[in-house]
């Protein structure tokens, strides 16, 4: 833990009183403008900010962070992880030497699918990327893929709750705000944790996937929506110039302030939250605002072009958001029903399709344009869903879907402290199970801390009587992919 940070033993025991009450109601308006309060290591009212920038563990190799969430669990034996046995054993049984795995939708009589899709060695890196990602594949050089993640649900909700916060329940903090708890913020006028979601709709875990848990509300993530208008409330109301909106705003500061004492870092939080929301009123807009970019941007991304376009507005938006301060981005690819997922049960060459269409240009785009920005070196890109898939065909639809397989799976990170071109691991030869240099969550969540600058041993918080962190009790940094 930070020595000096004013939350180091935060224990939320107390029930929700009106003061909670209002701090989380509002959509989450007051956690949007405490999410990012930049500032001098004292408050204006003399009490610690939580989110003042914190020194790091170790030198950083990123300042930032954008996680490109493929929810509904991407086939690594479809996009990353080529398995030619499926072909020769196609059609067939699985051998009983794998009999008792453990998935949610799989019968007796199902059998071993081969993969539609052909594979090819891919930049002067060599890594098979499959024809599903042609974007992709043009950044082969710089990625480095992780084909031997495995985590411990294979249910969605509880998948993705481990994903973002190292643990199969809700309650627990999320990777962001793990990353605003440990180094605070690098912007007065953003938040400091990010999230936008897909046009989808949500995720099966919902906003716990971005909630602070039991770290201060301060840390949650603040939801963003493309448009004039980011954020509910931002705009002041016709006939209300920015001179009484900021005589309002003092007076209301200085009965806060009246009424608070010095250890009350609630009030305190809340009063920033108002002088965040009025600097906000110019900044999001301006973060936000695509216009701003060049049609060789936008065309690049796929801005303007279906079916590109809505993930490639957010990808762009993330990378501004970045170039502005903020530090991490959780871009939420899809949601909503399962065709609008990467849940290939029934046609996975439909839905992989139809998933790899929408996304795979943007994501190339994003570490195309970091890099030519000169920003890839400080910011870390990340890829993938909560699990992959099984190599049997499941029997909806004709037994042309793979169902959900925690066992052994692809992921991949690029950017700031990433050995790009490199490949991690392995899966058996059906590509069911990880056999080696097997890599847990937990290991991908100490490896992302460790390029930000953070002991995942020493990022922790006194909750209810345990120091609790991020990894749990367990979580090791890769270095074979660290540059």
Partial sequence: MHPNDPFAHHRPTSPLNRRRMLERSASGFGALALSCMLNESRAADGSVDPLAPKPTHHPARAKACIMLFMCGGPSQIDLFDPKPTLTKYHGQKLPDSFKGIETQFLRDSDVIMASPRKFAKRGESGIEISDFLPHTATIADDIAVIRSCHSDSFIHETAQYQLMSGRIVGGHPSLGSWLGYGLGCETRNLPS??????????????????????????????????????????????????????????????????????????????IASYELAFRMQAAAPEAVDLNRESAETLALYGVGQEPTDHFARQCLMARRLVERGVRFVLVLASGGSSENQWDAHSDLEANHGRMAGLTDQPTAALVKDLKRRGMLDETLVIWGGEFGRTPLSEGKGGGKGRDHNPHGYSMWLAGGGIKGGTTYGATDEIGLYAVDKKTHVRDVHATILHTMGLDHTALEVLHDGRFERLTDIGGKVIPEILA
């Fill in 193 to 270: 944790y990010v999230v936008l979601l897909s046009k989808f709709g949500a995720t099966e875990a919902g906003k716990p996937l971005w909630s602070s848990g039991y770290l201060p509300v301060v840390y949650d993530g603040t939801v963003f929506r493309g448009g004039e208008r980011p954020l509910d409330n931002l705009t002041p109301p016709a006939g209300v110039s920015a001179k009484r909106q900021r005589a309002i705003l003092e007076n209301v500061l200085e009965l806060n302030r009246s009424l608070s004492s010095p250890d009350d870092t609630e009030l305190a939080a809340r």
